[in-house]
């Protein structure tokens, strides 16, 4: 086993472990009372996520997910970043997990000609608001996300980033 950090597609020999962290995240950290039922797209995440434009990572700490990102097609040239949860131990500077894994997505936003990436969020995760701030996500309001926007019930807070040519 490995003691470092790396970032792979998604596939299915992962999907406990992502289900596993994005729960806890959800309901032991925050409190939000959310169920694996409430987020069939956690059930097949290939079919759900992995087609045109979008895809599914997670960050692996030898052969524990320690972190998650995916962008889903919304079409025009659109995705939403969805599922970006990193566990609390693997949070911050010394691992840089957050920021690798929303590099990677954006990267691949560039490689697709991705104009936009939209994003919906809890008012809770203070952290991430300033996380995405800092990397050029621009808050927005509600009104105007593109109609095939996923809004889930949680989400009250908007941001889009302008993805910049390749």
Known sequence: MSNTMVVKEYCDDYQSQVIDLILNIQQQEYNIP???NDQPDLLDIKAFYQKGNGNFWAALYGDKVVGTISLLDIGKGQVALRKMFVDKNFRGATYKTASIL?????????EHTIEAVFLGTTPKFLAAHRFYEKNGFISM?????PD???VMEVDKKFYKYIVKGK
């Open 102 to 110: 929303l590099e990677i997505a954006l990267q691949w936003a560039k």
């Open 148 to 150: 095939s926007f996923p």
């Open 34 to 36: 959310i169920t694996k």
């Open 141 to 145: 309001d509600h009104n105007n996300l």
